[in-house]
């Protein structure tokens, strides 16, 4: 499969236009270095266990606790980015829930490999019918507004500044294995993220809508992903 470019399916047009229409818009910090670069989809009519969120069970419909209860469909969204400023690539996750009606009644979002609701006021954030999420800088974990960024600024400020790249590859999870983790792999990745290192503006001010065109079916992504992490480490020389 060729990583260079999102992978080429054949799609429900249907599905894909309702994933459209509440898609999160993600407020990345001014001087956010990277990109979400595809989104993978899921569509849930019932509570069903998610795919690309381990151990994630996705409660909608009746006999699920409030507010999903008020919830007939639910849509999960498994954001790619190729790089978290301590890593090479970044999986995190929006979930929107609609009534009946239309409306969006819950939105959840997740935060280091956690997940929960994200709202202020008791509400979700939105414009129309998209969640407005904030993004930690450079390393994307998701929430509703400020605050819960103010908690953690002083860590968030290292891990975008001294300790750029100290991960390297990313090694676990969904795909763990499948990468080429070695350690002229991480030298290289560390390299690449330490030249990118910076202090966040605390100023969410550019904005990230979630594009028809960069959505994919979850199981498609997850079959593109170790090819693009593939096409990622052949092209560091080149973007330094």
């Known amino acids: 499969m060729d990583g260079s470019q999102l992978p080429q399916v054949t799609q429900d047009e249907k599905a894909r236009d309702l994933a459209a229409r509440y898609a999160p818009i993600i407020l990345a910090d001014e001087r956010e270095p990277f990109a979400i670069v ?30 999903y209860n008020l919830a007939t469909r639910a849509i999960e969204y498994a954001l790619w980015w190729d790089w978290d400023i301590g890593h090479l690539y970044e999986l995190e996750h929006a979930w929107t829930f609609v009534g009946a009606d239309g409306a969006v009644v819950a939105v959840e979002a997740s935060w280091h490999g956690m997940y929960g609701i994200a709202e202020v006021g008791g509400k979700p954030v939105l414009d129309g019918a998209h ?95 170790p090819a693009r992490v593939a096409w990622c480490l052949t092209q560091i020389g080149d973007w330094d």
């Open 131 to 225: 969640p407005i999420l904030l993004a930690q800088p450079g390393k994307h974990a998701l929430a509703a507004s400020i605050e819960p960024f103010n908690e953690i600024r002083e860590w968030a400020e290292q891990e975008a500044g001294r300790d750029a790249g100290k991960d390297g590859v990313l090694d676990n999870g969904l795909f763990r294995g499948m990468f080429p983790k070695t350690p002229e792999n991480d030298a290289r990745v560390t390299a690449y993220l330490k030249q990118r290192a910076f202090t966040p503006s605390w100023n969410f001010s550019k904005r990230m809508p979630i594009t028809c065109e960069m959505l994919v079916p979850w199981r498609a992504l997850a079959e593109w992903i």
């Open 38 to 67: 595809a989104v993978g989809y899921t569509i849930f009519d019932h509570a069903d266990a998610s795919l690309s969120f381990p151990k994630r069970r996705v409660e909608v419909g009746a006999g699920s606790p409030r507010p």
